[in-house]
């Protein structure tokens, strides 16, 4: 591989550039202050709510949030998918890994049984860890379980929500997924928060999961349907452009899981 070629800067364009960054700073502060009024009309289809919607995450998303129920983008993919695929009934057991209070109301009264679950948090039902389930194989028909992969070993966790699955049981997953890069990015260096924010985009991050996610989760033995954010959804219900809800299908018949696909190391 050809070796990067960096030149070096003339010590008074250094000097000029340092001055001019907070130049750049502030009026990019002002830019970002008259775009937190966007004027688009949205719809929430968790809590029902049209009107304007408020900026959310780092850097800013304009109408991210619902202001009503404080949804975000994912939540309300995920409402669209319990509307259009969930095909959640009484007969069902659900467990929800780290619960959002606006949908612990649906979901219990959709669910025969609703478990809530966290390995953090005490204010759930079970206290459990996602890599290492104190459950029997085969409890729950559904299992929800957003933005958990990228912090947690996503092998482990994969196996044990296949296990304990019923045939024909479903794992619901949202990760931050980079889609161009052909493997996912993990880095042992990499130790303190501020550098996990600089190379996982979040202080509590272990990876960024490249398109080889899709392998891991077929790996683990389970069947794949991308339920993908599209127009006219997006702008009406303003969601992420192309943000994926992986639902995951454990066979009525179980295949063995086949070998583990290797990750890129940095």
Known sequence: MAKDVIPTPDPRQVRFAKGALERIRRRRVREFEAMMTTGFTRTCPVCGYVGEFAPVGEPPRLDGLCPLCRSRERHRLFKLWIDRRGGITRD?????????????????????????ADFMRSKVDRKLNIE???????????????????????????????RCLTPGGRLVVTTPVIDAWETTYENPAI????????????????????????????????????????????????????ETLYELTKPANEPKPVAKTKTRKG
């Open 191 to 242: 130790q303190t928060a501020r550098e996990r924010m600089l190379h996982f985009g979040q202080k509590d991050h272990a990876r960024y999961f490249g398109r080889d996610l899709k392998d891991h989760m077929r790996a683990a033995g389970f069947a794949l349907h991308e339920f993908v954010s599209v127009e006219p959804d997006v702008s009406t219900y303003a969601l992420m452009r192309g």
């Open 132 to 162: 290492a389930l104190d459950l029997d194989a085969g409890s729950f028909d559904l299992i929800v379980a957003h933005q958990i992969l990228e912090h947690v070993d996503h092998h482990k966790a994969l196996a044990e929500c296949f």
């Open 92 to 116: 069902m057991a659900v467990l929800h890994f780290a619960p959002e209070p606006v949908f612990e109301p649906i979901l219990r009264g959709l669910a025969g049984t609703y478990v809530t």
